[in-house]
Nanobody
Framework: QVQLVESGGGLAQTGGSLRLSCTAS????????LNWYRQGPGKQRELVAQ???????DYTDSVKGRFAISRDSAKNTVYLQMRGLRPEDTAVYYC????????????????WGQGTLVTVSS
């Protein structure tokens, strides 16, 4: 009933930029909160950025000042703008969202996208 799809990953050079998108489709009324996670090679999945229902944001220390999370409510899309990329940012990036479903359903959906790969070359 709800799908989350990430896009925007790819190959970047050190110091470069990428913008990831996470779009919700299906029986969606609004995205209430959304988190971006990443899992690098041989590493555990870690929380990178948070966007709460009241619009506040938070970031893990390693990306503060370089990454920015934002939303376009009209498009049911949340973005992760990444600047100053480093090789250690190489990972599969996942979005995890809490969504209020269509008013005819009237419930909350929580789930994950499939991930998008970001590779940063040195």
């Amino acid at each position: 009933q709800v799908q989350l799809v990430e896009s925007g990953g790819g190959l970047a050079q050190t110091g470069g930029s990428l913008r990831l998108s996470c779009t919700a489709s299906g029986a969606v009324d609004r995205i209430d909160a959304l988190n971006w996670y990443r899992q690098g090679p041989g590493k555990q999945r870690e929380l990178v950025a948070q966007l709460t229902a009241d619009g506040s944001t938070d970031y893990t220390d390693s990306v503060k000042g370089r990454f920015a999370i934002s939303r376009d409510s009209a498009k049911n899309t949340v973005y992760l703008q990444m600047r100053g990329l480093r090789p250690e940012d190489t990972a599969v990036y996942y979005c995890n969202a809490e969504i209020t479903m269509d008013v005819t359903i009237g419930s909350t959906w929580v789930g994950w996208g499939q991930g998008t790969l970001v590779t940063v070359s040195s």
